[in-house]
C-alpha cells in the first residue's frame, strides 16, 4: 500500500496533485500496490480525476490553514482507517514538515518528500525535487537524514507517459512559427490566460495559429472561451487529456513555470515563461541564464504589450528558437516517474549461498576500483590467491557467503564471519549496480537469513571507512547504529 499526502484547489493550484498522479500511475506499472490519497475537501481539489482513476480518497479537514498538528493527527486517524501499514507515505505539500513526518512515522514503513523549496527540514527516507537549479546538488544538505536517498534534478522529473510516447516521434523544429499553445496551469489564479490572449490580438498575426488550455479549476474558463470564439485560430481546451499532443503540434509555447517546464522540455518545446509563484521564480531564473527559455518577468510585471514583444522578437530568431528546443530537449527524458517508481519499488531481491562457480564473479566485485577504494586492503588480488582463499573458506561454517541476485542476475556479496553469539559482516556491489540500493537490502535479506539459520547471533558489526558514505547510508537504513570510531595517524 501506498498513500499520498497532498492538496489542490484554485489558490494552491493542481501541480501537487498532478504530479502525485503520474508517479502513482508510474507505480501502478510497476508494482501494482494499492494506492490511496488523503486531501482536504477543498473548492477545485481534482478529487474526481484520482477517483476516476481507481484510487481511493479521503478526506481531512477542509480548512487550508489548520496547523501541522491536527493534520498529522487527521492523518494518523485515516491511517489506522486503512488498516494496513502502508510501505511508503508519499507527501508532496509546502506546509508540512519534519515535525508533521516525525510525528507521522510510527504510522509508516517509509517516507517520502517532494519538495521544490529546500527551506525546511524533513524527516524522510527518499527526498524528490524535479527542479534544475544551480547548486541543485547540494541545497538540501543538512535538511534531510543522513541515510535519506536523494533524488535530484530533471531526471525525475514526474511526467505522464504521453510525453515520453510523444517524444519519440517529434521531428527536429525548424523555428519557425505557426503554432502557439498557452497554458498557465489548472488554476490560474492571476487570469494570465487573458493576459496571453490579448496578446495575441495586438499581434494581429492571422497566418498564426492557437491552441489556449485551460483546467477545470479555472474560475475564469467561460470567459477564457467567449475570448477565444472572438480570435481567428484560436482554439479553446479545458482540461484536455491531450496535453502531450498540443505540445508536440505547438511551435513555441507561452505559460508558467512548475511541471509545465518540464513537459514542453521533454517535447523540446521552447518556451515564453511568465512566473506566477515566487517558487517558480529561482528554477525559471536558473534555465533562462542557460538559454533553455525566455522569461520577461513575473506575473505582476508582466502586460499583454510585454507579451506580444517577446513573441515578436521570437517570430523573427528562428535560429534562437532551434537553439532553445534543442537545449531543452535535453533536459527530461519523460522517463521520471518510472525511475521514482522504480527506486521506490525496486525489483525483488534473493539472497543465496555462494557456490564455487561464484568465484570468478566475486573476485571481479572485489577488484573493481570502487570496492577497493573503500576497502581496508586496497591492493589487487591475483586469481590464484582469491581461488586458495575461496575453496579454504567456502566451506568453513562460521564464513558465511551469499550472493545478491535480482531477476537471476549477480548484484552484490554479502559476507558473514561468525563467533559465538556475534557476527562481523561486509558487503560490496558488483560493478554496474551501484547507487541502486541494493546494500541496504542485502544487508536486511542477510538478517533474516541469520535470524532463521543462526539465532544464537545477538549482534551484527561492520568496519566501514568514515569516507565511504554510500556504506554509511546503506548500514544505517538496515537499522545499524553508529556504535564507535577509531581514530589513526600514520606516522
Known amino acids: 500500500m501506498i498513500v499520498f499526502r497532498t492538496d489542490a484547489s484554485v489558490a494552491i493550484g493542481t501541480g501537487h496533485v498532478m504530479r502525485c498522479l503520474a508517479l502513482s500511475d508510474a507505480l501502478c506499472h510497476v508494482g501494482n500496490p494499492g494506492i490511496a490519497f488523503i486531501c482536504k475537501e477543498l473548492p477545485e481539489n481534482l478529487l474526481t480525476s484520482m477517483r476516476l482513476k481507481g484510487f481511493e480518497v479521503f478526506h481531512s479537514d477542509q480548512n487550508p490553514a489548520s496547523d501541522w498538528q491536527s493534520d498529522s493527527l487527521q492523518t494518523i486517524a485515516i491511517l489506522k482507517q486503512i488498516g494496513e501499514k502502508p510501505d511508503w507515505l508519499i507527501i508532496d505539500h509546502y506546509e508540512l514538515d519534519k515535525k508533521w513526518q516525525t510525528a507521522i512515522r510510527p504510522y509508516v514503513r517509509q517516507i517520502m518528500a517532494i519538495d521544490d523549496l529546500a527551506n525546511r527540514p524533513h524527516d524522510c527516507d527518499m527526498l524528490l525535487d524535479q527542479n534544475f537549479y544551480k547548486n541543485f546538488q547540494t541545497r538540501y544538505n543538512g535538511l534531510v537524514p543522513n541515510h535519506c536517498r536523494k533524488l535530484l534534478g530533471t531526471r525525475y522529473a514526474l511526467l505522464r507517459p504521453e510525453f515520453k510516447t510523444l517524444r519519440e516521434k517529434i521531428k527536429p523544429r525548424d523555428g519557425s512559427i505557426r503554432r502557439i499553445l498557452i497554458f498557465f496551469g489548472g488554476s490560474d489564479p492571476s487570469n494570465e490566460t487573458e493576459k496571453a490572449l490579448n496578446a495575441l490580438r495586438l499581434l494581429n498575426r492571422a497566418d498564426i495559429a492557437a491552441d489556449v488550455v485551460v483546467g477545470g479549476a479555472n474560475p475564469r474558463k467561460e470567459n477564457i472561451r467567449a475570448i477565444c470564439n472572438t480570435l481567428s485560430q484560436t482554439t479553446f481546451h479545458c482540461d484536455t487529456p491531450d496535453m502531450a499532443q498540443l505540445m508536440a503540434e505547438a511551435d513555441l509555447a507561452v505559460g508558467a513555470g512548475g511541471t509545465s517546464n518540464w513537459e514542453r522540455c521533454c517535447m523540446g518545446l521552447p518556451s515564453l515563461v511568465i512566473t506566477v509563484a515566487p517558487n517558480q521564480e529561482e528554477v525559471t531564473a536558473a534555465m533562462a541564464d542557460e538559454g533553455w527559455l525566455i522569461c520577461p518577468g513575473a506575473s505582476e510585471t508582466v502586460s499583454a504589450d510585454t507579451i506580444r514583444a517577446a513573441l515578436t522578437m521570437l517570430i523573427q530568431t528562428p535560429n534562437l528558437l532551434r537553439f532553445m528546443s534543442n537545449a531543452c530537449i535535453q533536459l527530461a527524458d519523460g522517463q521520471g516517474a518510472t525511475r521514482t517508481a522504480q527506486m521506490m519499488m525496486p525489483p525483488e531481491l534473493k ?95 542477510g538478517q533474516i537469513w541469520l535470524k532463521q539459520d543462526f539465532p544464537q547471533i545477538r549482534t551484527i558489526y561492520a568496519k566501514i571507512k568514515a569516507k565511504n558514505e554510500a556504506s554509511l547510508n546503506a548500514f544505517a537504513k538496515a537499522g545499524f547504529d553508529r556504535y564507535a570510531y577509531v581514530y589513526r595517524r600514520t606516522m
Open 351 to 445: 539472497i543465496r549461498r555462494a557456490e564455487l562457480s561464484d568465484a570468478d564473479i566475486i573476485l571481479q566485485g572485489r577488484n573493481a576500483e570502487l570496492s577497493r577504494r573503500y576497502s581496508f586492503n586496497s591492493e589487487m588480488i591475483s586469481q590464484d590467491a582469491h581461488q586458495q582463499w575461496y575453496e579454504k573458506n567456502l566451506p568453513d561454517p562460521n564464513k558465511l557467503l551469499f550472493i545478491g541476485e535480482c531477476h537471476g542476475e549477480p548484484v552484490g556479496v554479502l559476507r558473514y564471519d561468525l563467533q559465538d553469539d556475534h557476527a562481523e559482516v561486509s558487503v560490496f556491489l558488483l560493478p554496474g549496480h551501484y547507487g541502486k540500493g541494493y546494500g541496504s537490502r542485502l544487508l536486511l535479506q
